[in-house]
DNA sequence: TGTACATCAGTGAACGCGCGTTCACTGATGTAC
DNA sequence: TGTACATCAGTGAACGCGCGTTCACTGATGTAC
C-alpha cells in the first residue's frame, strides 16, 4: 500500500506493528499514541478509528508479544519434529526445545518479553492465538501419550515448567543473579531441574555430567 | 518527631517510607516525587536535598521492597528454627518456608513485589540488606552442612529454587494460570517440584498423595 | 453510465493535566570567638 | 555567656515538556438510482 494515501488502508494493522517495534526497542513504557500514531505516518487522533483509548491498543500490542513468543515456541518444537529418533525421547526434546525456546526468546527480546506480561490497563480483546500456555499443555499431553509422563504429574506439570521457564526468563532478562552464573549454564540447569521434578527422563545429550 | 517543624529532621527516611506505602497501594507507577514530598509534609523541591533526582529515590525503595520481602523470609525461617525434630528434616522446612515466605510476599502485597523486581533507572546505592538470594543460599549450605543437599548439586540448587519460586509469584500476581489452578496448591506442587529436583528429601507433612 | 449523497477514515489545532525539575529565597541550627 | 555568621534544609512560584484526548473539519470511497 503507497505510504501517501489519505485513507491508510490498514491503520489497525500498522498501529500495532508500530506497537512492537516500539515495544521491542523500548518496552511497555515506549507504548506511546502519537509514537505509534507518527511511525504509521498518521495523525494521533487518526488512533481513535481504529482503538476506543491507548489503553486497548497497548493491551493489543502485549496480547502480540505474546502471540510472537508463543510462536517461537511452536518453531521450535517443530523443528525437533523432523529429528529422527525414539518417539518418547522426541516428546522430550520438544518439551526442551520450547522451554529454550521460552528463555531465548526472553533473553533476545527483553523489552518484548516484559511488553508480554506487563500489567494492561485494558483486557485483550480476544485470546491468544498461538498461546504459549497450550503450546506447553499440548506438549505435556504428548509425554503422557508416550508414557514419559506420570498421569499423575501430569495435572502439576504445566504449573512446575512454566513455573521455572518463566521465573528463569525473568532473573535473566533482569540480571538478578550473581555474575558468576553463566545464562547457558542456567538455562541448562533449569530446564534439567523441570525433567527432575516431573521425573521425565533426560535425552542423552542433556545429562549433566558430574550429577547423581 | 513533631510533623510542623520548618526543619522536618529525617525527610530521607520519612521520605523512604512514603515510597514503601505508595509502591504498596499503587505499585511503581505510584512513585511520584510530589505526592512522596506531600506525604512527608514537605515541598516538592524538598527532596532534591536527599536524593539527586526521583530516579535515585526510586531505586532506594525498590530495594526496601526487596529487603522487606528477605525480612519475611527470615522471619519465616526463624519460626521454623523453633520446631522440634531431626535437624536434617528441619534444614529442608526451612528452605520450604523461606519459598513460602517468598511467594506469600507477593501475594499479600503484589504491587511491593511488582515495586522490589521493577527496572529502576538508576543503580541502589548499596546492596540489599537483608538480601533475599542471600537468605537461600544460607538454607541451601544448611541442607548440605545436614547431608540433605548432594554437593553436586549445591551449585545450580539457587538457580532452579529462585527461578521456580520467583517464577510462581510472578504468575501468581499476575494472574496467568487457568482459573482451574488454586494459589495454595500451586505453591505445594512448585516447592515439591523444587524438593525433587534438588533430590531433597520431603517432610512427612509435605508428601504429595497419590503421586509416585 | 454518470451523478448525488451518505458514510467512513482521516486532519490539525488545541486543551488540560501532571510530571520532574529549577531557582532565588528564607527560616533554623550550631559553632567560633 | 552572648553574639555574628556560615551552613544547612527547607519554601513557593514557575517552567517546560510531553502525554492522551477532544473537536470541528475535510478528503476519499462506494452505493443507489
Redesign the interface.
Known amino acids: 500500500m503507497p505510504a501517501d494515501r489519505y485513507h491508510h488502508g490498514n491503520l489497525h494493522t500498522a498501529l500495532l506493528e508500530a506497537g512492537l517495534n516500539a515495544a521491542r526497542a523500548g518496552?511497555p513504557a515506549a507504548l506511546q499514541l502519537r509514537d505509534l500514531a507518527a511511525a504509521s505516518g498518521v495523525s494521533p487522533s487518526a488512533v481513535y478509528r481504529h482503538f476506543p483509548d491507548m489503553a486497548h491498543l497497548s493491551a493489543e500490542v502485549s496480547r502480540s508479544a505474546r502471540e510472537a513468543l508463543a510462536r517461537a515456541m511452536l518453531a521450535a518444537a517443530a523443528k525437533v519434529a523432523e529429528e529422527p529418533g525414539d518417539i518418547g525421547i522426541g516428546a522430550i526434546r520438544r518439551l526442551h526445545a520450547i522451554g529454550r525456546a521460552y528463555i531465548e526468546f526472553a533473553l533476545r527480546e527483553p523489552q518484548l518479553f516484559?511488553t508480554a506480561?506487563m500489567?494492561a490497563g485494558a483486557p485483550p480483546s480476544c485470546a491468544d492465538d498461538p498461546s504459549a500456555?497450550d503450546v506447553l499443555i499440548g506438549a505435556l499431553d504428548d509425554l503422557v501419550a508416550n508414557g514419559e509422563l506420570?498421569p499423575?504429574?501430569r495435572h502439576?506439570a504445566p504449573?512446575?515448567a512454566?513455573?521455572?521457564?518463566?521465573?528463569?526468563?525473568?532473573?535473566l532478562v533482569?540480571a538478578?543473579?550473581?555474575p558468576s552464573?553463566q545464562s547457558e549454564?542456567?538455562i541448562i540447569?533449569?530446564l534439567?531441574?523441570?525433567r527432575?521434578?516431573?521425573?521425565v527422563r533426560h535425552p542423552p545429550e542433556l545429562v549433566v555430567r558430574?550429577?547423581?
Do not use: K, N, Q
Open positions: 518496552g516484559d506480561f500489567s500456555w506420570h499423575s504429574r502439576d504449573l512446575i512454566w513455573s521455572a521457564v518463566h521465573g528463569l526468563s525473568g532473573v533482569r538478578m543473579l550473581p552464573y549454564e542456567a540447569a533449569t534439567a531441574g523441570v527432575e521434578a516431573l521425573r558430574g550429577v547423581t
